[in-house]
């Protein structure tokens, strides 16, 4: 039998004992190692030669990711480790580490119970480092650190003992206070890295080598060998003496959770069904014999296959043609066929059991973050949506270049939003014209030079790129009416500033879009309190959308509840576009304070009250200060000292404001905010103010108020962009 078949063999075996399952992800800020790592750990585990791992990238296997040299896309892969307990299988995702493609870490972290963060000995901690952090800790995934490129502090900046342990003690400090900032209150002391521990590894994934204590006091060696193995070049031969696929795997099964143990606190933090159903009880227990339910966190298309779609079964049991039922879309599908993943390849098996990832052919209408059940036995209640760190802020009209071609690129841009849900798609039949936003110029280059242009072939004109803003308000409205059409109902307005705490908890994700069709439930209206909504308000609530709430402070009118799922549409339509640019609102608080409705139900429909209600919302907003907000990033830019002038000058002459300095060595850390519209070609410009000498990363950090002078002169551009007037 080959070496493939065995693997796929002992795969299936494992698969149905959970206590040998880990489903893990890898994850870091841009080039800290990553897929070096990735490599590493497949070849421990016999699926690739173990003299190219570190060359290969074997699970950046799209050609644009071998091109630019960074993953674009997160990779599955399943593989067997053996240890001191037996054969484990470990389900494996790589993930991005590019600020650009953070949206497919977050859907990987649904997959996954367990990660291991690398971070660079060199750089240390960086922006992403913190983002794939938090990601992981909101899905309640528990972390271990690998600290990569040990070798260049000893060979490259001839770091003596007590200053390499100085350094290492300082990353590990600074992951902890970001675990202790950011876990679950019931993990912040227990998932702390800890060393002595073995929950943390250092090593080398380029020369293949890793050290942990563990392990040190194992094999016996210590630091003061690895400091000479690596001044007399002889990394090699500490591969073979301390392989790294050994030690992190080792520490994986160690300290990362099994599917049984993991899912008893990550299903009530993702499924706000009832956890004493059926279907509830099956998922804490990870039972392979109870109704089935699973979450789609990926599609990946195959030229030959199709859509496929990644899914995390958290119970029962998926075979090859099944009846599902996807809750998202209502719809039915079939799994055509169900396969584990092999890197770039899937392997098709018969059955695929709670507590691991697989592949599923045939289900076109999935989109990631869709909940999956049997068709027999329909789950109640979808799994929480995928809520991401970032938001798009880029966007570009596209068109095709041949008329010919516009049915296929609208079939293309539904698929890319079915994808990946940190893309928004705006389809205009009419026009012919389509708008994409995505998080940054290298993810909506990558969509349309790749998805659009080279796997489809479609000639596409792209437009020039287009930063998204929002608009908010200053203050608070006088009493506005909104009159429907037939000029028979009326409805009265105040609109104020959301509280900062209310909104807060909305971006931390406590509070999530919702509509009250009827009466808030205690449950949600506690969390609004909580939240710092005053009580009165609290409990009537009638919807809180893209960080905006409207609330009911009428009293005693009758037809208000027939007219209840009306006004929430109509709130919802004049929040998606506001008074000053028909840019999306956030932060404001809608308050209804009297209504009058026609007594003739036939003179309230939606075509009456839906326009009442939008139109008095943005009168309202219209006098209450409204303003433009900008979409901002972080900027870290890593400089020898010589070039901090250069780097500064850099980011001062984008509108951008220096935040704070850091000197380490002979390195000035710059940290500075600058707003998206300025940061077009910001990637030359540094490279060329520093002579490509610096290392640099951005992270979106949410919206901030368009300076005064410059709103007048920025809402009137965007207004003659969309052929609105531009009064």
């Known amino acids: 039998m080959g070496r493939r078949a065995k693997m796929v063999e002992k795969v299936t075996s494992l698969m149905e004992t959970h206590d040998k399952i880990r489903n893990i992800g890898i994850c870091a800020h841009i080039d800290h190692g990553k897929t070096t790592l990735s490599d590493n750990l497949l070849a421990g585990a016999g699926m690739i030669s173990k003299e190219l791992a570190g060359d290969q990238l074997a699970l950046d296997f799209d050609e644009e990711e071998a091109a630019r040299g960074i993953t674009i896309y997160a990779a599955n892969v399943s593989m067997v480790h053996q240890s001191e307990t037996g054969e484990h299988l470990i389900n494996l995702i790589d993930t991005p580490g590019h600020v650009d493609f953070g949206g497919d870490v977050t859907r990987a972290m649904r997959a996954i119970d367990g990660a291991i963060v690398v971070c660079c000995a060199v750089e240390g901690v ?17 972390p271990v650190l690998f600290i990569n490129k040990v070798d260049r502090l000893i060979n490259e900046l001839k770091l003596t ?8 003690m300082k990353i590990i400090a600074e992951v902890n206070i970001l675990i202790e900032k950011m876990a679950p209150e019931e993990f912040k002391k227990e998932w702390l890295c800890d060393v002595m521990g073995g929950k943390v590894a250092f090593g080398s994934a380029y020369n293949n080598w890793a050290i942990s204590v563990p392990y040190m006091q194992k094999s016996g060696i210590s630091f003061k060998d690895i400091i000479d193995f690596c001044n ?14 050994e030690v992190c795997l080792d520490m994986v099964i160690k300290h990362l959770p099994n599917p049984v143990q993991a899912q008893k606190y990550r299903i009530p933090n993702i499924w706000k069904g009832d956890i004493e159903s059926e279907v509830g009880k099956s998922m804490m227990t990870c039972d392979p014999n109870g109704p089935l339910a699973g979450v789609i966190t990926k599609i990946i298309v195959d030229k030959h296959a199709g859509a496929i779609s990644a899914c ?12 599902l039922f996807l809750i998202g879309a209502q719809q039915k599908a079939r799994a055509q066929q169900v396969s584990v993943f092999m890197g770039a390849e899937r392997v098709q098996v018969p059955s695929i059991s709670a507590g691991n990832i697989c592949a599923i052919t045939g289900l076109k209408e999935a989109t990631a973050g869709e909940t999956v059940s049997a068709f027999s036995n329909k789950m109640e209640q979808a799994f929480e949506g995928l809520s991401h760190v970032s938001e798009p802020v880029i966007t570009v009209a596209i068109e095709a270049k041949n008329t010919k071609d516009l049915p296929k690129l609208i079939e293309v841009l539904r698929q890319i939003a079915r994808e990946d849900n940190t893309v928004r798609v705006e389809i205009n039949e009419e026009t012919g014209e389509h708008l ?7 993810h909506i280059e990558v969509i349309t030079n790749t998805k659009i242009g080279r796997d489809t072939g479609i000639e596409v004109d792209v437009g020039e790129p287009i930063v998204v803003y929002r608009e908010t308000i200053n203050g608070t409205s006088p009493e506005i009416e909104g009159k429907s059409p037939n000029k028979h109902n009326k409805l009265y307005f105040i609109v104020e500033p959301l509280e900062d705490s209310v909104y807060e908890a909305y971006v931390k994700g406590d509070l999530k879009d919702e509509d009250f069709k009827r009466k808030i439930s205690s449950e949600a209206e506690a969390r609004f309190e909580a939240a710092g909504l005053p009580k009165d308000e609290a409990k009537k609530v009638m919807s809180i959308m893209g ?23 109509g709130f919802k339509e004049a929040v998606r576009n506001g008074p000053l640019a028909a840019e999306k ?10 209504a009058t409705f026609h007594e003739d139900a036939i003179h309230r429909g939606p075509a009456q009250i839906i326009p009442a209600v939008r139109f008095g919302v943005r009168d309202a907003i219209t006098q209450a200060k409204p303003v433009l907000l900008e979409p901002m990033q972080k900027v870290y830019i890593n400089t020898p000292q010589d070039y901090m002038g250069d780097g500064m000058k850099e980011i001062n002459n984008r509108r951008g404001q220096i935040v704070d300095m850091e000197q380490e060595g002979d390195m000035s850390i710059i940290k500075g905010s600058v707003p998206v519209a300025e940061m077009f070609g910001f990637a030359g410009a540094i490279r060329g103010a520093t002579q490509g000498r610096c290392l640099w990363s951005v992270e979106f950090s949410g919206f901030e108020k368009v300076p005064g002078e410059l709103q007048p002169k920025i809402v009137q551009q965007i207004r003659s962009r969309k052929g609105l007037k531009t009064e």
Request: hydrophobic share 35%.
């Open 126 to 142: 960086m922006p992403q480092t913190e983002t794939v952090l938090r990601q992981a800790l909101k899905e309640k995934v528990k």
């Open 161 to 168: 003992p007590e200053e390499l342990q100085g350094r290492f």
């Open 232 to 245: 007399d070049e002889r990394q090699k031969e500490l591969a073979d003496k301390a392989p790294l696929h």
């Open 312 to 323: 995390r079964l958290f119970s029962g049991r998926m075979k090859q043609g099944d009846e």
């Open 436 to 442: 994409i936003s995505g998080m940054g110029e290298l």
């Open 547 to 569: 960080g905006n709430l409207i609330t009911n402070l009428t009293r005693g009118i009758v037809q208000l509840d027939e007219a209840r799922e009306l006004i929430i549409e």
């Open 585 to 594: 609102v956030q932060g404001v608080k809608v308050k209804l304070m009297d």
